[in-house]
Each structure stands twice: as structure tokens, then as C-alpha cells.
């Protein structure tokens, strides 16, 4: 019996040892560049892991804590994970408080393997989001949203902007970041690679041609630009179409999110889905 006491005490060692390198991992992943050399993506909240969880995302591992019971979700998450023999690291309330990215977590945090996804996404007649300086992870999360909701073949991300899988993007896109593949390209590849294919290029600028009225080439990608500054100017330079949103209220713009995916709304309206 002694024997299987201390074989006992070494499990329990093993896991509260496993448990503490996995809260050393989440704490690392907050850094983009221990994200980007690990590969992994950092998902909190009930609502964000359930939907990479559909989407089929690759787990790592999953943390738990008590509060994730008593929040909207919560019971449905614990029996989803329950059905797919998930066992997550249960830590206590105060140390997931410590651990999360939120003010007021919902007790639930995972680590899931970051989807790759390369040039090989830009074909001819395809249709893409392309965030050009995007610097709110905020805004970059709704983008995504968007071109999930309104069925865009991929999300190109041009250097300057915010990580698309840094938690708050992740968070902000409800965890529909994994529905889409989400590629991270310099902005003279990506210009190279949607040329070469044929695919058109329409900028979004308040100034451009009403985008109900524009008359759509077969393959196009729709580029938003900084939230303050707009797109680069090189893109501007490109000889791309302008397109804009017919406001007949007094507002001058709109938030980068809203706008794009309104104008996403209005590229493919009336198009099959895919």
C-alpha cells in the first residue's frame, strides 16, 4: 500500500507540475512573438472556445475554472467537452482571475495550434477581406467576423497590422478567426500574389464610387485601411477602384469594422453562397 501511496503522490506531483506549465504557456502567449514562435493561439471565453471547438480547430489543452458552471454556456461547454473526452486543468477562481485577458473571465481559457494558411489562398475569382494597418485587435476580430458572415474566401493580414490571433482579435471575432484561413503577407507579396491572379483590387475610401452602383469584376479583394490614416499609400497608388458606403446622414465615417463589413454586405449581395 505504501508503494501505491508514493505512486499517488508522484501522478498528483506529475499533474499539479503539468498544470503549471500550462498556465507558464497561456502567460507566454499573451507576447506576440512567444505566440508566433510556438504556433499556438490563445482562446478565452465560452462563447470564442465553443467556436473553434465547431470549427474543428486543433486542441492543445484546455483550463477550467469553477465560475465556468454558473456563466451563460458554461454547463453546455463542460458537457460538449465532457462528450469529446476534453479533461481540462481545473484551477481555482482566483487563479484563473490572475490568468485571463479579461476583467471579469468566464472561467474557461484553451490553447489550440494556430491553422497555417499561405499564398496558396489567393486564386483567380476569389474574393478576400485584406486588413492594411489595422491596429486595433478590436477592429481586425470584427473584420473577420465579417468576412466569415458574408462567406469571403480568406482574410489577408499586411504587415502593420494588429496579430489576427492575438487574444483580443480572437475574442473580438467570437472565435470565427479559425472559420476562415486568415494569411499574414508583406504587403508587396500580397499585391504580387492578388495581381497575378487576376483578382481586382477595390479600396475602401469615403470618397470612392458608391459601392451599390459599382459594377463587380469576377475575382476582387476589398482593402481597409488604418483607422486613422486609411489605407497605405502605395495601395492608393495601385490603380485600384474606390469604393464607398452612400451615408445621407451627417456622420462623416464610420468605424473601420462597421464600414467593412457593410461593404462586404454590399460585394456580395445577391452572389450564390459558396
Do not use: C
Amino acid at each position: 500500500s505504501g508503494r501505491e501511496g508514493g505512486g499517488g503522490r508522484r501522478k498528483l506531483e506529475e499533474a499539479v507540475s503539468l498544470s503549471q506549465r500550462r498556465q507558464q504557456i497561456v502567460r507566454r502567449l499573451r507576447q506576440r512573438k512567444s505566440r508566433v514562435r510556438e504556433g499556438l493561439v490563445l482562446v478565452e471565453g465560452v462563447r470564442a472556445v465553443r467556436e473553434a471547438l465547431d470549427a474543428g480547430a486543433e486542441l492543445r489543452f484546455v483550463i477550467t475554472a469553477p465560475r465556468l458552471g454558473s456563466v451563460p454556456g458554461g454547463r453546455d461547454l463542460v458537457s460538449i467537452m465532457g462528450g469529446a473526452g476534453i479533461a481540462p486543468d481545473v484551477i481555482g477562481d482566483a487563479d484563473m482571475t490572475s490568468l485571463a485577458d479579461t476583467e471579469h473571465p468566464q472561467g474557461v481559457l484553451a490553447v489550440f495550434a494556430q491553422p497555417q494558411s499561405g499564398v496558396e489562398v489567393v486564386r483567380p475569382r476569389g474574393r478576400y477581406l485584406v486588413l492594411d494597418g489595422v491596429q486595433d485587435p478590436g477592429n481586425v476580430g470584427t473584420l473577420i467576423r465579417g468576412a466569415v458572415a458574408f462567406e469571403v474566401d480568406a482574410v489577408v493580414a499586411l504587415d502593420g497590422t494588429a496579430d489576427p490571433w492575438g487574444t483580443k482579435a480572437v475574442r473580438a471575432s467570437a472565435g470565427m478567426v479559425f472559420r476562415k484561413p486568415v494569411v499574414m503577407l508583406q504587403f508587396g507579396e500580397a499585391m504580387q500574389q492578388l495581381a497575378g491572379k487576376g483578382v481586382a483590387i477595390l479600396v475602401a475610401d469615403p470618397s470612392g464610387t458608391d459601392v451599390t452602383t459599382f459594377d463587380l469584376p469576377d475575382g476582387w479583394a476589398l482593402v481597409v485601411g488604418n483607422e486613422g490614416t486609411g489605407p497605405r499609400r502605395e495601395v492608393e497608388m495601385s490603380g485600384g477602384n474606390r469604393v464607398s458606403i452612400p451615408m445621407p446622414g451627417p456622420a462623416e465615417s464610420l468605424n473601420v469594422g462597421v464600414a467593412g463589413a457593410i461593404l462586404l454586405f454590399a460585394l456580395t449581395r445577391g452572389e450564390p453562397s459558396a
